[in-house]
């Protein structure tokens, strides 16, 4: 399941606007707001130390948080946040409240695991990874941390599909309408030049023979 949820202390914010969001990170703090539930947008302002860590920490859009706004406890999913191009600051984030029903579009990564068992990797295959991660549509509070593929008795020229991953009860993959590739597992360099010049070698007679007809 998804990392555990953590919460977050934040000052809600009486006015809006690019004017506001600057005067609020002079502040040392990031602008946010909470949305969604069917409730008017919250804007607020949370410690930039605590969101730079969250962020850089890794899973912090797959794990639901609760943000302390002067005692109330708000339940929310990380959706969006921006990061300055040049220097990786938050700027800005976005969060989607999270109620009893909240279902949730999220990008899931993708862990592999027995490389060791892999007959096309011990014999020098690389593991081709088609995605990193993956789309799914799932309850906002039963969100994998990750899905695994088990790479073992894959051979050179074998795939993964992701109706071969076992899912959580009611995680679903949000492409549907067909069977898509995880990763494959391809001959090396070496291998691939050796076939072409098997290919080539195993050509040259029949090339040779119509030459002598003609």
């Given at each position: 399941m998804s990392?555990?949820?953590?919460e977050l202390k934040a000052e809600a914010r009486e006015q809006v606007g690019k004017g506001s969001a600057r005067a609020v990170r002079r502040n040392g703090k990031v602008p946010a707001v909470i949305y969604g539930d069917?409730?008017?947008?919250?804007?607020?302002?949370?410690?930039?130390?605590?969101?730079?860590y969250k962020i850089h920490g890794g899973g912090f859009k797959t794990?639901?948080?609760?943000?302390?706004?002067?005692?109330?406890?708000?339940?929310?999913?990380?959706?969006?946040?921006?990061l300055d191009p040049v220097r990786d600051f938050p700027m800005h984030v976005d969060f989607l409240r999270v109620g009893k029903n909240t279902e949730?579009?999220?990008?899931?990564p993708v862990h592999f695991t027995n490389e060791e068992k892999s007959p096309g990797i011990k014999r020098g295959g690389v593991l081709n990874i088609v995605?990193?991660?993956?789309?799914?549509?799932?309850?906002?509070?039963a969100i994998p941390e990750f899905i695994e593929v088990d790479l073992t008795g894959l051979d050179i020229g074998d795939s993964v599909h992701i109706s071969?991953?076992?899912?959580?009860?009611?995680?679903?993959?949000?492409?549907?309408?067909?069977?898509f590739t995880i990763a494959t597992v391809a001959a090396p360099a070496g291998l691939k030049s050796e076939d072409n010049a098997a290919e080539a070698a195993a050509e040259t007679p029949a090339e040779t023979e119509a030459e002598t007809e003609e």
């Open positions: 990392h555990d949820t953590y069917k409730q008017p947008p919250l804007a607020i302002a949370l410690s930039y130390k605590d969101i730079y794990t639901i948080a609760t943000i302390d706004l002067d005692g109330k406890k708000i339940q929310v999913l990380p959706k969006d946040y921006q949730v579009n999220v990008n899931v995605r990193h991660d993956v789309e799914f549509h799932c309850p906002a509070n071969a991953i076992k899912l959580p009860k009611d995680v679903k993959p949000v492409i549907s309408d067909r069977d």
